[in-house]
């Protein structure tokens, strides 16, 4: 399994994602317990709305395809999805050590 990183950019529509944020996370959980989400949240601060995901996954497609179906982005209040992979050099996250 390889990790990746997935960077979200949020669109304007706060309370869209207000809206559909408890079904959003329900999501993340799910695949949270399923082994395919590590990480997963929202940026601080003053930059444009957005969130990491850390997910790990047979490619990078196969991730997105999986992630095609959150909430947020069926509502199309993803405005940028990226995603890349991620060597871990130091330190450990869950279930990978």
Do not use: C, K
């Amino acid at each position: 399994m390889t990790t990746f990183a997935i960077q979200y950019v949020y669109g304007e529509d706060a309370a869209s994602r207000d809206q559909h944020r408890s079904e959003h996370r329900a999501f993340l959980r799910t695949l949270l317990d399923q082994g395919t989400v590590l990480l997963s949240g929202p940026y601080g601060g003053d930059g444009a709305a957005g969130a990491l995901i850390i997910a790990q996954g047979e490619s990078a497609e196969a991730v997105l395809a999986v992630f095609d179906d959150d909430p947020f982005r069926r509502e199309g209040l993803v405005a940028e999805r990226s995603i890349r992979p991620w060597d871990i050099v130091i330190g450990e996250l869950p279930g990978l050590a």
